[in-house]
């Protein structure tokens, strides 16, 4: 309390005391007693109300103890269950939740985890995916800025996910409880398969299969790569205590169009106590065209490599950077894209018009106007020498393909001449030019569309900065590439527009999310944020029909299928307002993953531990572990001090005490005929 405020006070208490005293005791003569009582009344009741005008602040001191908080993290995946640790697992629990001990020194919250955490209720071990990183990030969100230690009970095998060792921050240390049999047990199988989702026919396509053995002894090892119960290719391999990984290569035929099912198997003459994970089921889809696209240039430029590398992660795009000269067939390419076209582009423009080919053209500071004048139907230019800066404005109304803002006015700006650029037809913007923060109200990214034959327009160079900027801010370049995918597969089409467009894969494996997104488009060919979607799937084994609904994000609607059992299914996507449909099928690959171990990963757990200053903990010794945390000095629980302030007015009870005291003072002078 301030000092101005302590002398308010004293003042308060001298013209309270002062008034009580002339009232009752400088005039009065008799009734010593009764005038003291009377004083003091009004004594308290001036006060009263004195102290509130001055409204002091009051501070309450409090104490509360701080617990270290102990999250307790459990597997509830099926492959606990698979390592028979199940029984195991459930006794882990209860001895901790019993100990006493720990629960007076820690915080203890419980939870369950498989490819989602949840707050522990029961044990059912039918998770069918494990992401344990998925703690790390749950324990820096929740407990951020403290340091406390995590129990771990699991088998430390990770199906999804980043590697779990490196996840965890420095002030989380982690005692991993390793659950299943360390025991080595013989086993030999496949780590994964790597092969492209499309192959093209007649051609061959490449499998990768990885495969590992935990043995000490030579033994000699058969990969099969089956396809209809029949074996089409297959290689031998032998492992060693020195060679325990290897990876084996095949090639394959692309005969015939449509999806193809194969499975890997590796076998051996020794018997394995698990053989679920010596097969490993792989689908591709055999299509007979390629998407060429053309890059036609007389210059080189960064802008030419990224559009390459964006455009081929598509592994069904193919692209070729040609000078103008060398073009020899221009039937040869889907697409075509022009870089700052010149006087030598005319033969190649000839050629274009008259075959009415899909063009995408870039202009920049090299680029002759005066020949797109002579040459160009969509576009009038109308360019000085100056150089000049144009920054991007995102279209959130553009409707010819569903994009999304992938941070456009962000970007660096793009190069180009000053000067206009006027629209001799009509045209769709993607994206909007600026100078500096000026809007232009010109376009810097463009479409056409003229019965059959589409134009894509980028006017400025330097989209090569876009790339790195957004791998800069996200470390990868996955939003920007499909970006650039989605111009070139709109380039590459001449259908007519569709208002119902359903993208599905066609095949997924057992226990892998399935997600299958849809776009609605009006009679305007605007996307349609107020569609009624559903899908309808049937299991063409059982006949079994399921009714699922849409939900929308943000440029598209979307529905997940979740924990379908293996086979092949059908489905149609109806818009229930105007009755539009979509059919398709895809496959759900009989695979567990789950199912694939046969002993708990305790290298990685033992790293997890080390590298948290943790301890690797076995079953047998949790009692002697729990007790080393109760006893440890580092997570003792805080005294925290809470101090509050509120100033005087706020309290409600004073009011009310002042108005008793006057009317206490008033019925007693009343009573004594003093009024």
Not at 225 to 246: E, H, R
Not at 301 to 314: A, C, F, M, Q, Y
Not at 411 to 427: A, C, D, H, M, V
Request: charge should be positive; hydrophobic fraction near 40%; aromatic fraction near 12%.
């Amino acid at each position: 309390m301030s000092s101005a405020t302590l002398l308010y006070l004293f003042l308060s208490i001298l013209v309270a005391g002062g008034l009580a005293y002339f009232q009752y005791f400088f005039k009065a003569k008799s009734r010593f007693k009764l005038n003291l009582f009377l004083a003091f009344l009004r004594f308290l009741g001036i006060f009263g109300v004195l102290l509130l005008l001055v409204n002091p602040i009051i501070k309450q001191t409090s104490y509360e103890v701080i617990k270290t908080n102990l999250p307790v993290f459990i597997d509830n995946s099926a492959s606990i269950k698979d390592l028979k640790a199940d029984g195991e697992l459930k006794n882990l629990v209860d001895e901790i939740q019993k100990n006493k001990a720990l629960s007076e020194k820690f915080t203890l919250q419980y939870f369950t985890f498989d490819s989602k955490i949840k707050n522990f209720d029961s044990l059912q071990f039918s998770g069918k995916q494990t992401q344990i990183d998925n703690i790390a990030k749950e324990v820096k969100q929740v407990y951020r800025n403290e340091k406390f230690p995590v129990l771990l009970l699991t088998d430390g095998n990770q199906t999804i996910g980043n590697d779990y060792v490196f996840s965890f921050s420095e002030n989380t240390t982690i005692f991993p409880v390793i659950l299943g049999d360390t025991t080595t047990v013989f086993d030999c199988k496949i780590n994964r398969v790597n092969v492209n989702k499309y192959a093209f026919l007649k051609n061959q396509f490449p499998v990768e299969v990885f495969t590992q053995y935990n043995g000490n002894e030579k033994l000699p090892a058969t990969v099969s790569i089956f396809s209809n119960g029949s074996i089409i290719a297959k290689q031998n391999i032998t492992f060693s205590k020195d060679k325990k990984a290897q990876k084996v290569d095949f090639l394959l035929n692309a005969n015939s169009v449509g999806s193809k099912k194969y499975s890997v198997v590796i076998s051996s003459s020794k018997e394995e106590k698990n053989t679920k994970n010596n097969s490993k089921p792989f689908v591709i889809e055999v299509i007979d065209q390629r998407t060429e696209v053309a890059i036609i240039t007389s210059m080189t430029h960064p802008d030419i490599g990224t559009l390459k590398r964006s455009i081929e992660v598509n592994s069904q795009r193919k692209v070729s950077v040609l000078k103008p000269n060398q073009i020899q067939d221009i039937d040869k390419y889907n697409v075509v894209i022009l870089y700052q076209p010149d006087n030598s582009f005319q033969p190649v423009l000839t050629e274009i018009n008259k075959k009415n080919k899909n063009v995408g053209l870039i202009t920049g500071l090299k680029t002759d106007f005066n020949f797109l004048n002579q040459n160009n139907q969509d576009f009038s230019f109308k360019m000085n020498n100056q150089k000049e800066d144009y920054l991007a404005r995102f279209n959130s109304d553009f409707n010819l393909f569903g994009i999304k803002n992938i941070g456009f006015e962000q970007f660096p700006p793009l190069e180009n001449t000053f000067g206009t650029i006027q629209s001799k037809k009509n045209f769709t913007k993607l994206l909007g030019a600026k100078i500096r923060n000026t809007d232009i109200n010109a376009p810097l990214l463009a479409f056409t569309e003229e019965n059959s034959r589409r134009s894509a327009y980028l006017f400025g160079e330097g989209i090569w900065k876009w790339r790195m900027d957004y791998y800069s801010e996200h470390k990868n370049f996955t939003d920007f590439d499909i970006f650039i995918d989605k111009i070139v597969q709109y380039l590459s089409s001449n259908s007519s527009k569709k208002s119902l467009i359903v993208n599905a894969e066609n095949f997924y494996n057992s226990g892998e999310p399935i997600t299958i997104s849809a776009e609605y488009f009006n009679k305007n060919y605007e996307f349609d944020r107020n569609a009624n979607l559903e899908i309808k799937l049937v299991n063409q084994q059982t006949k079994k029909l399921k009714n699922y609904s849409f939900t929308l994000n943000e440029f598209d609607y979307k529905v997940s299928l979740d924990g379908l059992e293996a086979g092949n299914y059908s489905f149609t996507v109806i818009e229930k307002n105007s009755n539009t449909k979509k059919s398709g099928s895809f496959e759900v690959l009989a695979f567990d993953i789950e199912k694939q171990f046969v002993n708990p990963d305790k290298d990685r757990l033992q790293q997890l531990a080390i590298r948290t200053n943790g301890k690797l903990v076995f079953p047998n010794q949790i009692s002697s572990t729990l007790d080393e945390l109760v006893k440890n000095e580092s997570y003792k629980p805080v005294e925290k001090q809470i101090v509050k302030k509120s100033p005087l007015i706020d309290w409600k009870w004073l009011l009310p005490l002042i108005v008793l005291f006057f009317a206490i003072e008033w019925f007693v002078r009343k009573y004594n005929g003093l009024l």
